[in-house]
């Protein structure tokens, strides 16, 4: 069973930062997993959840246009962690943040996973 844990979320004020973390443990039908790619999420209250950040396992990047220049995306693959930093934060950053994670297990087959959410929130 895989888990992702993430980490980092809270109340900042605008133009503050936050640092999220989340590290993907366990396995798949008991076997050790590589990590193909790692995303951030995030779904405000009456919004449809929405891709903030992506990183493949070649270091690749990938950021939604509101958030370009103010998050980064990086991630340890000894420690199986992905994070995301969050700079200059505005009110509609605030959202609960997925991690999700796209494994591959021994049969080079492809699984799914995403975190509990952590909840955002910037205050004007």
């Known amino acids: 069973q895989v888990q992702l844990v993430e980490s980092g979320g809270g109340l900042v004020q605008s133009g503050g930062s936050l640092r999220l973390s989340c590290s993907a443990s366990?396995?798949?039908?008991?076997?050790?997993?590589?990590?193909?790619?790692m995303g951030w999420y995030r779904q405000a209250p009456g919004k449809e959840r929405e891709l903030v950040a992506g990183i493949t396992s070649d270091g690749s990047t990938n950021y939604r246009e509101p958030v370009k220049g103010r998050f980064t995306i990086s991630r340890d693959n000894a420690k199986n962690t992905v994070y995301l930093q969050m700079n200059s934060l505005k009110p509609e950053d605030t959202a609960v943040y997925y991690c999700?994670?796209?494994?591959?297990?021994?049969?080079?087959?492809?699984?799914?996973?995403w975190g509990q959410g952590t909840q955002v929130t910037v205050s004007s």
């Open positions: 366990g396995s798949i039908s008991g076997s050790i997993f590589s990590i193909n790619r």
């Open positions: 999700n994670a796209d494994l591959i297990d021994r049969y080079f087959l492809r699984h799914d996973y």
